[in-house]
């Protein structure tokens, strides 16, 4: 198996171009969720590169799996954000327990620039980062974060303005 690139939204069933106004007659045009993963630890207290999104990107979700549960003194938390500094999303809690083993549930923020760089990460590609927090004595874990996006045209469209 190898890899292969591609650029924005695939044509999808046989219709090529859109004839009528019933189903069958109308083209269908989607885009691909993709993804990327990238490993984060305790030793991971300043921003490191996660991933990097293509330009025009709608990030659907981020997850994180914790493989090796982190056991610091006081809450962990890890954060996704973008090179920027724009927190899009943080896993666990600095006040209380650390982050437990298995699929940890998300907190989004709710600024308008988390919430602009989630469904258009902008005209160029997008560095997203992930940083490691403890408010007491760090001593192990790890975590993969996975980042879910649909491919979409650089400028954001999930549709070609024409045929």
Same mark, same amino acid.
């Given at each position: 198996?190898?890899?292969?690139?591609?650029?924005?939204?695939?044509?999808?069933?046989?219709?090529?171009?859109?004839?009528?106004?019933?189903?069958?007659?109308?083209?269908?045009?989607?885009?691909?969720?993709?993804?990327?993963?990238?490993?984060?630890?305790? @030793?991971?207290?300043?921003?490191?590169?996660?991933?990097?999104?293509?330009?025009? @990107?709608?990030?659907?979700?981020?997850?994180?799996?914790?493989?090796?549960?982190? $056991?610091?003194?006081?809450?962990?938390?890890?954060?996704?954000?973008?090179?920027?500094?724009?927190?899009?999303?943080?896993?666990?809690? @600095?006040?209380?327990?650390?982050?437990?083993?298995?699929?940890?549930?998300?907190?989004?923020?709710?600024?308008?620039? $988390?919430?602009?760089?989630?469904?258009?990460?902008?005209?160029?590609?997008?560095?997203?980062?992930?940083?490691?927090?403890?408010?007491?004595? @760090?001593?192990?874990?790890?975590?993969?974060?996975?980042?879910?996006?649909?491919?979409?045209?650089?400028?954001?469209?999930?549709?070609?303005?024409?045929?």
């Amino acid at each position: 198996m190898g890899f292969a690139t591609h650029l924005g939204p695939w044509l999808l069933g046989t219709v090529k171009d859109t004839t009528g106004t019933t189903a069958g007659t109308i083209r269908n045009i989607g885009a691909t969720v993709v993804s990327q993963s990238g490993t984060v630890g305790v @030793a991971n207290t300043s921003a490191i590169t996660l991933c990097v999104l293509p330009a025009g @990107a709608q990030i659907i979700n981020i997850v994180c799996d914790v493989t090796t549960a982190f $056991a610091g003194t006081t809450g962990n938390t890890i954060t996704v954000q973008t090179a920027g500094g724009t927190s899009l999303v943080t896993f666990g809690s @600095a006040t209380t327990t650390p982050l437990a083993l298995g699929r940890n549930a998300t907190v989004f923020t709710s600024s308008a620039g $988390a919430v602009a760089a989630m469904l258009n990460v902008g005209s160029t590609d997008l560095i997203l980062q992930v940083i490691y927090a403890c408010a007491g004595t @760090a001593s192990g874990g790890a975590a993969t974060v996975t980042v879910n996006y649909a491919v979409r045209g650089s400028d954001g469209s999930a549709n070609p303005a024409s045929a």
